[in-house]
């Protein structure tokens, strides 16, 4: 296949991913866009590689993260699209130098998949790990391996199962080509990878996926805003109000008998953009609600500090004590909440200055310690909002001793897009990666309560005020991935480094040109021809 058809082929491959996240969630469509991508790739070389990466990415990228631009407009969007479709395009010019020899290497495409995407959620300014191929896979039997290795390892399985079927689909094309297709054929090298490829895919299956537990009511506020968009916030006294008003609701549900009493109550990022240490109104509204609740009350708010700057804070309120703990967000979003850089990209778009203030980066992970109505003890690790999507923040607060995980997200500057369903999966894999329960609770929604396998339950609408609220079992037990931390990735940093240098020393041997994209498939049908005539 000519080099312009196989950079085509790049592009439905990137379009296919898309299928694998929400709201289509086609899991399956994952390995099967990398099965293309590795067969489309596979002898191009670095450069051609490179612009086949980059295609497969603005085709995944550009629909996929259409909700940045909901808003904000199609720059700032089209500009984040770009810059990650560039970290596959690192991928493709790395494996397509990999295998210029013309033949699928399923390893090393592996390898080069899970670095570029450890790559791509690191940098720049801290990285956007957002749509990590395993955030697609809540459903699938590939998913449940999150819990031996994290995100890192699932995405190395699917491109690895990716690679196995595209060596299968390039040895069924050169052993027709070659004429063998038919009752003779040797059918052992075509079956061999795609039979490894189907273990790899239900491997997941023998993964245990625990959900025993001494449990806890939790109870989640989704009390909505007065209307979707950026300034959503401009009646913040109205998202506070819809916050305790069916905080109350919910309470006298408690008391008519009709509901059980909440260990602990969760309030959404931002349900207090008044600062409630400063304001006393909003203090005022606060304290009354864990005082008719007599129970804690977790709050998402933004204060006004340090001097000049904005925190996003996750407040612990207890009753007859007021707050008791804090958490900052540790990983603010660039140019969200801070305008890295400001004077450089003002020459780009006068638009960095709607965020007037920069927030503030947390110092510390954030585990909030309550007493539940029963005695238990419930260590609650917080994340708000992205975060969620970084492997690290959530690791740490696991590791610092976390039995439940808190999620409090703000989704109404995204409106009715799939940044919500996407957010809710990233924490249903979570959920399977640490073996914890994940309150996961939204302003405008989707809020709903996880259990440690991974099933979503009351998952709310969008933009309607509502409630989520049940038992959820705490646990203590850690998973593989969680003791393993990044060791997944560093070794799969080590193994590429080794591959590349071995490469590059076994290309110094060679005489002659490198074969040509269009013409790999010949180059290995012969060999196999010959092979096959030697034996």
């Known amino acids: 296949?000519?080099?312009?058809?196989?950079?085509?082929?790049?592009?439905?491959?990137?379009?296919?991913?898309?299928?694998?996240?929400?709201?289509?969630?086609?899991?399956?469509?994952?390995?099967?866009?990398?099965?293309?991508?590795?067969?489309?790739?596979?002898?191009?070389?670095?450069?051609?590689?490179?612009?086949?990466?980059?295609?497969?990415?603005?085709?995944?990228?550009?629909?996929?993260?259409?909700?940045?631009?909901?808003?904000?407009?199609?720059?700032?969007?089209?500009?984040?699209?770009?810059?990650?479709?560039?970290?596959?395009?690192?991928?493709?010019?790395?494996?397509?130098?990999l295998s210029r020899a013309g033949r699928v290497r399923p390893l090393a495409f592996a390898l080069v998949w899970v670095v570029t995407e450890g790559f791509r959620a690191r940098a720049p300014y801290g990285g956007f790990p957002w749509l990590?191929?395993?955030?697609?896979?809540?459903?699938?039997?590939?998913?449940?391996?999150?819990?031996?290795?994290?995100?890192?390892?699932?995405?190395?399985?699917?491109a690895l199962l990716g690679g196995l079927l595209a060596l299968a689909v390039q040895r069924l094309l050169a052993s027709r080509r070659a004429g063998?297709?038919?009752?003779?054929?040797?059918?052992?090298?075509?079956?061999?990878?795609?039979?490894?490829?189907?273990?790899?895919?239900?491997?997941?299956?023998?993964?245990?996926?625990?959900?025993d537990g001494q449990a806890a009511q939790f109870l989640g506020v989704q009390g909505n805003v007065p209307k979707a968009g950026l300034d959503f916030n401009a009646q913040r006294r109205a998202v506070l109000d819809n916050h305790v008003a069916a905080t109350w609701q919910a309470q006298t549900d408690i008391e008519a008998g009709l509901a059980p009493t909440p260990d602990l109550v969760v309030w959404p990022e931002n349900a207090s953009d008044i600062d409630p240490v400063r304001?006393?109104?909003?203090?005022?509204?606060?304290?009354a609600t864990v005082t008719r609740l007599g129970r804690p009350l977790v709050v998402g708010g933004l204060l006004e500090e340090p001097p000049?700057?904005?925190?996003?804070v996750s407040l612990l309120y207890e009753p007859g004590q007021g707050i008791t703990d804090r958490y900052v967000k540790r990983h603010p979003v660039p140019f969200a909440e801070y305008i890295p850089n400001r004077s450089f990209f003002r020459m780009f778009s006068a638009e960095v200055d709607r965020v007037s203030r920069d927030f503030v980066a947390g110092p510390s992970v954030g585990v909030f310690d309550v007493t539940g109505t029963a005695g238990q003890q419930i260590r609650a690790g917080v994340a708000?909002?992205?975060?969620?999507?970084?492997?690290?923040?959530m690791r740490d607060a696991v590791q610092?001793?976390?039995?439940?995980?808190?999620?409090?997200?703000?989704?109404?500057?995204?409106?009715?897009?799939?940044?919500?369903?996407?957010?809710?999966?990233?924490s249903r894999v979570r959920a399977m990666e640490f073996g914890r329960s994940v309150v996961h609770v939204s302003t405008v929604g989707q809020s709903a309560l996880i259990t440690p396998d991974g099933t979503a339950h009351q998952v709310t609408a969008l933009f309607t005020?509502?409630?989520?609220?049940?038992?959820?079992?705490?646990?203590?037990?850690?998973?593989?991935?969680?003791?393993?931390?990044?060791?997944?990735?560093?070794?799969?940093?080590?193994?590429?480094?080794?591959?590349?240098?071995?490469?590059?020393?076994?290309?110094?041997?060679?005489?002659?040109?490198?074969?040509?994209?269009?013409?790999?498939?010949?180059?290995?049908?012969?060999?196999?021809?010959?092979?096959?005539?030697?034996?």
């Open 308 to 312: 000049g700057m904005v925190s996003n």
């Open 180 to 211: 063998s297709l038919g009752a003779g054929m040797p059918w052992g090298p075509v079956a061999l990878p795609v039979a490894a490829a189907l273990v790899l895919g239900v491997a997941g299956l023998a993964v245990p996926l625990p959900t």
């Open 400 to 426: 610092a001793g976390a039995n439940v995980l808190l999620v409090q997200t703000n989704n109404a500057t995204f409106g009715y897009t799939a940044e919500s369903p996407q957010q809710l999966a990233i």
């Open 465 to 535: 005020q509502a409630l989520v609220r049940g038992a959820l079992p705490l646990r203590d037990a850690t998973t593989v991935a969680t003791r393993l931390g990044e060791a997944p990735e560093w070794a799969a940093a080590a193994a590429l480094a080794l591959l590349l240098v071995l490469q590059a020393r076994g290309g110094t041997h060679r005489s002659g040109p490198a074969p040509r994209a269009d013409d790999s498939e010949d180059s290995t049908e012969d060999k196999e021809a010959h092979d096959r005539d030697a034996a």
């Open 1 to 97: 296949m000519n080099p312009v058809r196989r950079l085509l082929v790049s592009l439905i491959a990137g379009g296919l991913l898309c299928l694998a996240f929400p709201t289509f969630d086609v899991w399956v469509a994952a390995p099967l866009s990398l099965t293309l991508l590795a067969w489309a790739v596979t002898g191009l070389g670095a450069g051609r590689g490179l612009l086949a990466g980059v295609l497969f990415g603005l085709a995944f990228f550009v629909p996929t993260l259409s909700w940045s631009g909901i808003y904000v407009g199609a720059l700032p969007w089209l500009a984040l699209a770009t810059l990650e479709s560039l970290f596959i395009g690192i991928a493709g010019a790395l494996y397509g130098w």
């Open 384 to 393: 708000i909002c992205f975060e969620v999507a970084y492997d690290d923040i």
């Open 279 to 287: 304001n006393a109104d909003a203090r005022d509204e606060i304290a």
């Open 132 to 158: 990590k191929l395993a955030f697609s896979q809540a459903d699938s039997p590939v998913g449940r391996l999150v819990a031996l290795g994290g995100a890192p390892f699932v995405g190395f399985v699917l």
